[in-house]
């Protein structure tokens, strides 16, 4: 999900976060021992975007006695990963369940603090899940958490925009007819898209150059290798976007999230997206001007007649290697995520990765309140079924780094750069890679740059 979805459930202070350090198994990172009788007293933390987690739990302890669980409203994901690294370096009030963004379940799973999963049967369930959720979350070929959401890129656009500048949308079917569109649409007093190259565009990146083949960056244990600018998918990457941004094609100027991105997508300024399947309830309340107009389709690929995706976003459900009551947290874990949790939060809007979920007929039933709301914003389509079928596309492996906080906030510092024309886009990459490799070795790892 995004990040700004994310924060709509925040309800916590700073200050909160740090009685949160007070709270959950304690012990040192080697304490934790499975509770094999799938009984405990546990202390989960994540945060509540559908405000369902009080019901959720409750029906959990219904069905499990013996199992409590404390949930500590975390708010977000930056606040609930940072809040469990102090968690860990005090080594005390780390909580037996945590939710994370998709993207750090690595940096937690390298460093030794969560338990494989493999080990209560997790690894039986990989074909259940989509393919892109379930891939983020494997280190050294083990399973550490287990999707909640799935987030596929998708193109949303407007199609009345659109035919304002003789485009067929639904023709688009690759990057070099996304380009032809980029021009036309630019002629007609619009851009096809935005990008500033802030921190807010790092998962857009990391979605793009996944859909690519990339590789940006390799790990293996605590050795790293980064090659921004020399793997074959990169290059291709930075050489489009360049273009883009040389002949003026995308709006350079404008963030996504804010009241300006906002304002252009209501206007039709901004034409289309290439962004995660929870979008569409972003655009009924950002866009509410364009009911009717904006579209959703499959992502322009990069060699026609594939159908390659990518993720954009996800959350996960982990299990703290210091929990005494393993075996019982992953009961919980597998509830929300596999079992009858899973199904109430997309009942309250959660995109699920579980296929059972996205082929089923209530989810994909148009005549549904809330499927009816979203698809007459997009013009009768049938929304959540081409979103399913975007989330089962096949997808390629994809590594984030073990400090992938980090590694967002240097991109918004490095990469802007080129969108505002500074540098080429070539040589903030290169910037960013040297800004990454030294964090790393900072961090203990040993990095390579190619």
Known sequence: MSNVKKTIAVVAAAATMIGLAGCGSGGSNNAGAKGSDSKGDLVFWGWDSGNSMKEIIANFEKENPGISVSFNNTATAEKTSTALSDAIAAKKGIPDVVMLEDPTVTQFAVTGDLVDLSQFGAAKLADDFTSGPWNKLQYAGKPYALPIDAGPEMFFYNKAIFDKAGVDGEAIKTWDDYY????????????????????????????????????????????????????????????????????????????????????????????????????????????????????????????????????????????????????????????????????????????????????????????????????????????NKILAEGAQRPVEKFQYLP???????????????????????????????????????????????K
């Open 180 to 383: 032809a569109a980029a021009k036309k649409i630019k002629a007609a007093g619009s851009y096809i898209t935005n990008s500033s190259g802030n921190s807010g565009d790092y998962q857009p990146f990391t979605a793009q150059v996944w859909q690519a083949g990339a590789k940006p960056w390799t790990i293996d244990g605590k050795q790293i290798t980064i090659n921004m600018t020399k793997d074959e998918g990169m290059e291709g990457y930075i050489d489009f976007r360049q273009k883009l941004i040389d002949e003026d094609l995308i709006d350079t100027k404008t963030s996504n999230w804010s009241v300006e991105w906002n304002r252009k997508l209501n206007d039709g300024t901004i034409a289309s997206l290439t962004i995660g399947a929870w979008m569409p309830v972003d655009l009924l309340s950002g866009a509410p001007d364009q009911k009717g107009n904006w579209r959703v389709g499959s992502l322009p690929q990069h060699q026609a007649g594939k159908q390659v995706s990518a993720e954009d976003g996800g959350s996960a459900l982990a299990v703290s290697k210091t929990s005494k009551s393993q075996a019982a947290a992953y009961k919980f874990v597998k509830y929300m995520t596999h079992g009858a949790g899973a199904q109430q939060m997309a009942d309250t809007g959660t995109f699920s990765s579980l296929k059972k979920i996205l082929n089923s007929n209530s989810f994909t039933d148009p005549t549904t309140e809330s499927n009816k709301k979203i698809n007459d914003y997009f013009g009768g389509q049938n929304v």
């Open 403 to 449: 400090y992938n906080q980090f590694a967002q906030t240097a991109f918004g510092d490095e990469i802007s750069k080129a969108y505002s024309k500074n540098i080429p886009l070539k040589r903030a990459m290169e910037n960013y890679a040297q800004k990454l490799a030294d964090y790393g070795r900072e961090k203990g790892y040993s990095v390579t740059v």
